[in-house]
C-alpha cells in the first residue's frame, strides 16, 4: 500500500471535516444573529448540517475498494473509516436533535460547536494511519468532551463530572502516548502501518513490545470504558447533561474502538499476535461481569445505563477478542445497532428528566400511561439491549457469540450469554416500573417537541430495520472488517 502524491480530488475524502469544521464557525455566526430563537434554530440547523454531511460523504466521499494513504501518509481512505464515519455523523445528528429545548444546552451555541469538534476529531481517528496524527485526533476529540461533561455550570455534579472525566482522560492520554513514544523509539517510523515490519526488522524483544502495547490499550480502554478502565463512566454519564451522554456512550464509544482495532490488526496482522486474543477476552469477560452486577442495584437511570455502557463494551470486546473477519465485522454492527439503541434510551432519559426534573428509577412509574410513545420507546430500547429478539441486539450479540465459537472461545460466548441473561433482571426491572408500577402523578403529561419525536422514530426505526433487514448492514460491516485486515 502506498503513499498517493497530493491531488485536489483528495480534498473530497475529507470533505465531511471539512464541512464540521464550516458547520461550526458558521453556528458562531448564528449564534450571534437568531439570539432569542436559537434554542431551536441552532439544534435544527446543527442536525440538518451533519444530514446533509453524511449524504455528501455517501455521494462524493466513498472510498475505493482498495484502501489509499492520503495526506502524506496521515489518513488512510478505506471502507472501514467511512462506516465509522457514518456512525459519528448520525450520533451527533441525534445528540444535536435531543438538546433541543434543553435550555441550559440549545441556548448556547458553543456547545453545538464542541459537539462539533469533538465529532470531526472522532472521524479523523477512525481514519488515522499515523500514531501522531492519531494521537492529535483523540485529543481533538477528547478535549471539547471535558468541556461538554462540565457544561452545567450551575449545577455541582456536572463540574465534578468534567473534572474527573478531565483527570483520567489526562492520565491515561499521557500514558497512551509514551506507549507510542516507544513504538516510535523501536521502529524509527511513525506509520501505522510500519510499525509491524518495524518490529520484526528491529528484532524487539517481547517483554519491551508487550509493555508498549499496554500502554496503548490503557488509551483505548478508557475511552471504550472497559473494566478497569470504567471508572469514570458511572460518575461522568450521571452528572453531565443526558445528551451528552448519549454522545459519550455511542459515538465516543464507537471512536474508540475504532482506534483499537485498525492499532491492533496493524500492528499484529497475525490473528492479532500470540496474547492479544487472550487479553481482550479477559477485559471482555470482567466488562461483562462487572458491568452487569453492579448496574442490578442502581436507582439513578444513568448511572445504571452507564453501568449497562461497560457491560456492553465487553460484549463487543468478544467480536475484537475473536480477531476474525467475522469477528470484526459483528463487532462493527453490534456498534452499529448500540448506536440507535443506546440514543433511544438516552434520548428519553433526556425528556422525562427535562420534564419531571429528576433521573431516579422512580420518576418513570406509570410512564406508559402517561406517555405510551416514550413507555414505548423504552420497551424496544432495553429489550434491544437485553439481546431479545427480534431487535437489533439480538443479531448483535448472536453474531459476537458465533465469532467466539468460531474462533475456538466458546467458553467466552457462553460466558456473554449468561450475562445476557444476567443482564435482562434489570432492563425488566425498569419496564416493570414503566408498565406496572403506579406514579403519585399520573396525570402529569409530557410535551414532546417534534424535533424529539423525529430523533425517538429515527432511533426506534434503526432498531427495528438493523434487526429484520440485515443483510445491507451486514454487508456494510463486513467490508469496513475486510478493509482492516488489507495491510500491505
Known amino acids: 500500500m502506498e503513499t498517493a502524491a497530493f491531488e485536489p480530488s483528495m480534498l473530497l475524502a475529507i470533505l465531511p471535516e471539512i464541512?464540521?469544521?464550516?458547520?461550526?464557525?458558521?453556528?458562531?455566526?448564528?449564534?450571534?444573529?437568531?439570539?432569542?430563537?436559537?434554542?431551536?434554530?441552532?439544534g435544527l440547523y446543527t442536525a440538518a448540517g451533519v444530514t446533509v454531511l453524511a449524504i455528501l460523504s455517501i455521494i462524493f466521499s466513498r472510498p475505493a475498494a482498495e484502501p489509499q494513504l492520503i495526506f502524506g501518509g496521515m489518513l488512510r481512505l478505506d471502507a472501514a473509516g467511512f462506516v465509522f464515519r457514518m456512525i459519528f455523523l448520525i450520533g451527533a445528528g441525534l445528540t444535536a436533535l435531543f438538546a433541543i429545548k434543553q435550555d441550559d444546552l440549545c441556548l448556547h451555541g458553543e456547545f453545538y460547536v464542541l459537539m462539533l469538534i469533538s465529532t470531526l476529531g472522532l472521524c479523523l481517528m477512525a481514519s488515522s494511519a499515523d500514531i501522531i496524527m492519531l494521537y492529535l485526533s483523540i485529543e481533538t476529540a477528547s478535549i471539547p468532551l471535558y468541556a461538554l461533561a462540565g457544561f452545567l455550570i450551575r449545577d455541582k455534579k456536572s463540574v465534578e463530572a468534567g473534572?474527573?472525566?478531565?483527570?483520567?482522560?489526562?492520565?491515561?492520554?499521557a500514558v497512551m502516548l509514551y506507549g507510542f513514544s516507544l513504538m516510535y523509539g523501536f521502529t524509527g517510523t511513525t506509520q501505522l502501518y510500519q510499525l509491524a515490519q518495524g518490529f520484526e526488522a528491529g528484532n524487539v524483544p517481547f517483554l519491551p513490545l508487550a509493555a508498549a502495547s499496554l500502554m496503548v490499550l490503557v488509551g483505548f480502554g478508557f475511552k471504550v470504558s472497559a473494566v478497569p478502565f470504567h471508572f469514570w463512566a458511572p460518575d461522568v454519564y450521571e452528572g453531565s447533561a443526558t445528551p451528552v451522554a448519549a454522545f459519550l456512550s455511542t459515538a465516543s464509544k464507537a471512536a474508540g474502538f475504532a482506534v483499537l482495532l485498525?492499532?491492533?490488526?496493524?500492528?499484529?496482522?497475525?490473528?492479532?499476535?500470540?496474547?492479544?486474543?487472550?487479553?481482550?477476552?479477559?477485559?471482555?469477560?470482567?466488562?461483562?461481569?462487572?458491568?452487569?452486577?453492579?448496574?442490578?442495584?442502581?436507582?439513578?437511570?444513568?448511572?445504571?445505563?452507564?453501568?449497562?455502557?461497560?457491560?456492553?463494551?465487553?460484549?463487543?470486546?468478544?467480536?475484537?477478542a475473536a480477531g476474525t473477519e467475522i469477528g470484526i465485522s459483528a463487532a462493527i454492527y453490534y456498534l452499529m445497532s448500540y448506536l440507535v439503541t443506546n440514543m433511544a434510551a438516552f434520548g428519553l432519559v433526556a425528556i422525562v428528566g427535562q420534564a419531571v426534573g429528576s433521573d431516579d428509577l422512580d420518576a418513570y412509574a406509570g410512564l406508559s400511561r402517561r406517555a405510551p410513545l416514550l413507555g414505548l420507546v423504552m420497551l424496544v430500547s432495553l429489550l434491544s439491549l437485553g439481546g431479545v429478539p427480534p431487535f437489533a441486539g439480538f443479531f448483535g450479540k448472536l453474531w459476537v457469540f458465533g465469532a467466539a465459537v468460531e474462533s475456538g472461545m466458546a467458553w467466552l460466548a457462553i460466558l456473554g450469554a449468561l450475562n445476557s441473561v444476567a443482564a435482562l433482571y434489570?432492563?425488566?426491572?425498569?419496564?416493570?416500573?414503566?408498565?406496572l408500577?403506579?406514579?403519585?402523578?399520573?396525570?402529569?403529561?409530557?410535551?414532546?417537541?417534534?424535533?424529539?419525536?423525529?430523533?425517538?422514530?429515527?432511533?426506534?426505526?434503526?432498531?427495528?430495520?438493523?434487526?429484520?433487514?440485515?443483510?445491507?448492514?451486514?454487508?456494510?460491516?463486513?467490508?469496513?472488517?475486510q478493509a482492516f485486515a488489507f495491510l500491505n
Open 19 to 42: 464541512g464540521l469544521v464550516v458547520l461550526a464557525l458558521t453556528l458562531l455566526v448564528f449564534d450571534l444573529v437568531w439570539k432569542d430563537q436559537r434554542c431551536g434554530r441552532l
Open 163 to 173: 473534572i474527573k472525566y478531565l483527570l483520567f482522560g489526562a492520565m491515561t492520554s
Open 262 to 320: 485498525r492499532v491492533l490488526l496493524a500492528l499484529f496482522p497475525s490473528h492479532v499476535g500470540q496474547i492479544w486474543p487472550v487479553t481482550i477476552a479477559i477485559l471482555s469477560g470482567v466488562s461483562m461481569i462487572v458491568g452487569n452486577l453492579l448496574a442490578m442495584n442502581q436507582k439513578n437511570i444513568k448511572r445504571l445505563l452507564a453501568y449497562s455502557s461497560i457491560a456492553q463494551a465487553g460484549y463487543i470486546l468478544i467480536g475484537v
Open 426 to 435: 434489570y432492563y425488566l426491572r425498569v419496564l416493570k416500573v414503566v408498565y
Open 437 to 481: 408500577d403506579r406514579s403519585p402523578d399520573e396525570k402529569l403529561s409530557f410535551k414532546l417537541v417534534p424535533p424529539w419525536v423525529f430523533a425517538l422514530v429515527v432511533c426506534v426505526a434503526g432498531i427495528l430495520v438493523l434487526g429484520f433487514l440485515f443483510a445491507p448492514w451486514y454487508g456494510w460491516a463486513t467490508q469496513a472488517a
